[in-house]
């Protein structure tokens, strides 16, 4: 399960699709939500193919929650929102969209967001704020 076809994630992983990184190392990549649900919502990702918690290595679950705590830490400094969620989801019932493992890290304060549709610039800008606070 090094990669799957058509998996969005797989792609990004493997260089095929830009991403709004925010950290990577050889296991793990953390990065932007294109459609974030607040401002700075990111994902932790494995580089290789799980589908859900359930296929997930425990070693890589290790490394992808100390990374989503890193992401929170570097929201906290760089964005100072009152809450930060830390969320994953297995299973369309769950509301999984997409279907390779990954842990939201989500700023919140209080209400319930709607998606948006950033820019680029403002994902790029977003990108490198959490960068320099990790
Ligand atoms: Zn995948």
Redesign the pocket.
């Known amino acids: 399960v090094a990669?799957?076809p058509d998996?969005?994630?797989?792609k990004i992983?493997s260089g095929e699709l830009p991403y709004y990184k925010v950290y990577e190392d050889q296991d793990v990549i953390a990065m932007l939500d294109i459609r974030p649900v607040n401002r700075g919502h990111a994902l932790v990702i494995p580089k290789r193919?799980?589908e859900n918690v359930h296929d997930l290595p425990d070693n890589l679950l290790a490394k992808i929650a100390i990374v989503a705590k890193r992401v929170a830490a570097a929201q906290k400094k760089a964005l100072q929102p009152p809450g930060i969620s830390v969320v994953q989801n297995n299973g369309a019932a769950a509301g999984q969209v997409i279907?390779?493992y990954h842990m939201h890290v989500i700023p919140k304060d209080h209400d319930l967001h709607q998606r948006s549709d950033p820019t680029s610039e403002e994902l790029t800008a977003m990108a490198e704020a959490l960068r320099r606070s990790f």
């Open positions: 990669e799957k998996c969005i994630f797989c992983a193919h799980f279907f390779h």
